[in-house]
Nanobody, 121 residues
Framework: VQLQASGGGLVQAGGSLRLSCAAS????????MGWYRQAPGKERELVAA???????NYADSVKGRFTISRDNAKKTVYLQMDSLKPEDTAVYYC????????????????WGQGTLVTVSS
């Protein structure tokens, strides 16, 4: 199973970016898909998560500015980031909880390679 993230870059404060993350490989089903970020010198934190069925979850710092969505047919999760602030600068990682095999009910956590988002003031 692989998660391929894209869409990071450099943007001015107040601007927008859209991140994408596509899952591929041996996948029977996907439960939660989400985004985390890690700023220099800080711990990785949850940005937003979206279960296959249910309400989304956002960090307080991004509520009202970021929107998570997913296309189950494409096994892809998106993060629309608007009104970006310099404090949003971080490496963004996508995460998915995936059940690879039909014969096992176990879900595993997989991570994308990270994509850098830099917001200039």
């Amino acid at each position: 199973v692989q998660l391929q993230a894209s869409g990071g870059g450099l943007v001015q404060a107040g601007g927008s970016l859209r991140l994408s993350c596509a899952a591929s490989g041996r996948i029977f089903s996907i439960n939660v898909m989400g985004w985390y970020r890690q700023a220099p010198g800080k711990e990785r934190e949850l940005v937003a998560a979206m279960p296959s069925g249910g309400s989304t979850n956002y960090a307080d710092s991004v509520k009202g500015r970021f929107t998570i969505s997913r296309d189950n047919a494409k096994k892809t999760v998106y993060l629309q980031m608007d009104s970006l602030k310099p404090e949003d600068t971080a490496v963004y990682y996508c995460n998915a909880r995936i059940r690879p095999y039909t014969y096992s009910r176990v879900y595993h956590d997989y991570w994308g390679q990270g994509t850098l988002v830099t917001v200039s003031s």
